[in-house]
């Protein structure tokens, strides 16, 4: 049986050599005959010698060097928001809804679960006191929801949603609106 310090420096050696493509330099020599044979040679020189490669960002590049930000990081509906609008914002509630049925229930079929991600709907509940439904604006965009009446609501959905399948509302015993919004 052989020295394993000796026969695999050599093993490595000549496995450096057969997979190197360039030739190595007279100092790299020097420094390989002076080097121990477990101190010079590891598994990262052996075979050709990494390609440095230009450092691509996968982050956003910007098109235009005076850009601060890209329109994908601006929120939908931003520029609804007046900031000069001094009206009182009503208190809202959201609330997911899900279709369940007893195959749901009991067999667990359809691999739904109590996530947002499995929900079809949302439920946006607004109290409006002392407001008439003559008095309420309703606009809808798909993550934004942009509500004018004498308080103001301008709401950024969590979810995109269909804003051609929206249904509103008005409660004017409980002066509440309820808006149900079919999500994408």
């Known amino acids: 049986m052989e ?22 330099e007279d100092e790299d020599e ?30 956003y590049t910007k098109k235009n060097s005076k850009d601060i930000w890209s329109e994908e990081e601006v929120a939908e509906g931003s520029q609804y928001d007046d900031l000069a ?10 609330i997911l809804k899900q279709s369940v049925g007893t ?14 991600m499995c929900c079809e709907a949302m439920l946006v509940k607004i109290k409006l006191p002392d407001t008439k ?7 809808l965009k798909e993550k934004y929801l942009d509500l004018r009446t004498p308080n103001k609501l301008g709401l950024h959905l969590p979810h995109p949603i269909q804003n051609q399948e929206a ?12 808006v149900t919004l079919l999500m994408k």
């Open 30 to 59: 020097d420094c390989k005959q002076n080097a121990t044979a477990y101190g010079q040679l590891g598994p990262g020189q052996i075979g050709p010698p990494p390609k440095k490669e230009k450092e691509v960002s996968t982050a």
């Open 3 to 24: 020295f394993l310090g000796v026969s695999s420096y050599q093993n490595l050696q000549a496995l450096s050599a057969l997979l190197s493509t360039q030739q190595e």
């Open 133 to 139: 439904t003559k008095d309420v604006f309703l606009d």
């Open 103 to 116: 195959e749901d229930l009991f067999l667990g079929l359809s691999q739904k679960d109590p996530s947002s």
């Open 85 to 94: 609008d001094l009206r009182p914002q009503p208190e809202y509630e959201i």
């Open 167 to 178: 249904k509103a509302q008005f409660f004017s015993d409980r002066q509440e609106l309820e």
